[in-house]
């Protein structure tokens, strides 16, 4: 939803704010009794400089929404939400992890790739985030198929929508901090001890199954993943 808002002025061929963003955040302005937009306007410089300022687009991606027009929203009051004016919803259908706002949607990585390779013309991208939280199981399954399941639709990003997608990073290698969790939460394929002075780390199935995909180069191989013992 906030896409645009950081991507727009770096990658589109206008360099400037999306225009459903400025015409947006306009009207809900003069709503509030604003005299102008409450958004700054980039200025002719600013967007000279800022236009083509990367070498390459990083993406973050867990989760996707069900997104629609929010028919409650009345826009009185100044606020992010206020200004995006949709409501975000859930398919039950989708597996959930630990964290109630990540569910198990992998169409959503490709969907969002096929989205910027058309809006922004197929920029250099690398996946600098990907990954499942869930509460420490060390046959973590879940995790498995949620890495297996977004792989999948990379490759067909890669493969069949032509999507300049040049590295993938898995978050993360080892369970550590995550944000206002704290250590309740854990995303890596390693788990660490946090009791343990040592902060001693073991390999999950995950990080055997993410082997074998390394390995084969291919995520379409039937991966004979060996569970760890938790005896």
Same mark, same amino acid.
């Given at each position: 939803?906030?896409?645009?808002?950081?991507?727009?002025?770096?990658?589109?061929?206008?360099?400037?704010?999306?225009?459903?963003?400025?015409?947006?955040? /306009?009207?809900?302005?003069?709503?509030?009794?604003?005299?102008?937009?409450?958004?700054?306007?980039?200025?002719?410089?600013?967007?000279?400089?800022? /236009?083509?300022?990367?070498?390459?687009?990083?993406?973050?991606?867990?989760?996707?929404?069900?997104?629609?027009?929010?028919?409650?929203?009345?826009?009185?009051?100044?606020?992010?939400?206020?200004?995006?004016?949709?409501?975000?919803?859930?398919?039950?259908?989708?597996?959930?992890?630990?964290?109630?706002?990540?569910?198990?949607?992998?169409?959503?990585?490709?969907?969002?790739?096929?989205?910027?390779?058309?809006?922004? +013309?197929?920029?250099?991208?690398?996946?600098?985030?990907?990954?499942?939280?869930?509460?420490?199981?060390?046959?973590?399954?879940?995790?498995?198929?949620?890495?297996?399941?977004?792989?999948?639709?990379?490759? /067909?990003?890669?493969?069949?929508?032509?999507? +300049?997608? /040049?590295?993938?990073?898995?978050?993360?290698?080892?369970?550590?901090?995550?944000?206002?969790?704290?250590?309740?939460?854990?995303?890596?394929?390693?788990?660490?001890?946090?009791?343990?002075?040592?902060?001693?780390?073991?390999?999950?199935?995950?990080?055997?199954?993410?082997?074998?995909?390394?390995?084969?180069?291919?995520?379409?191989?039937?991966?004979?993943?060996?569970?760890?013992?938790?005896?």
């Amino acid at each position: 939803m906030t896409f645009g808002w950081w991507a727009n002025p770096i990658f589109h061929r206008s360099g400037d704010y999306p225009y459903l963003m400025k015409s947006r955040v /306009k009207f809900s302005s003069h709503l509030q009794n604003f005299s102008a937009t409450r958004l700054p306007p980039l200025s002719s410089d600013e967007i000279k400089q800022i /236009k083509g300022s990367a070498d390459f687009l990083g993406i973050n991606y867990y989760t996707g929404y069900i997104v629609s027009n929010d028919t409650n929203s009345t826009n009185l009051t100044p606020s992010f939400e206020n200004d995006l004016n949709v409501k975000r919803e859930y398919n039950p259908e989708w597996r959930s992890s630990s964290l109630p706002d990540l569910k198990d949607y992998p169409d959503g990585l490709r969907d969002i790739l096929k989205w910027t390779k058309e809006k922004y +013309k197929n920029p250099l991208v690398y996946i600098t985030e990907n990954g499942f939280a869930d509460n420490g199981e060390v046959n973590d399954t879940n995790r498995i198929n949620y890495l297996r399941g977004h792989l999948s639709e990379l490759q /067909k990003a890669i493969v069949l929508d032509h999507c +300049k997608v /040049k590295a993938y990073s898995v978050w993360s290698l080892m369970d550590n901090f995550a944000g206002r969790e704290g250590y309740a939460t854990k995303f890596g394929l390693y788990s660490v001890n946090f009791k343990d002075p040592f902060k001693t780390r073991s390999p999950k199935a995950s990080a055997a199954f993410y082997k074998n995909v390394i390995d084969a180069k291919s995520v379409t191989i039937n991966v004979d993943v060996q569970l760890v013992s938790t005896e």
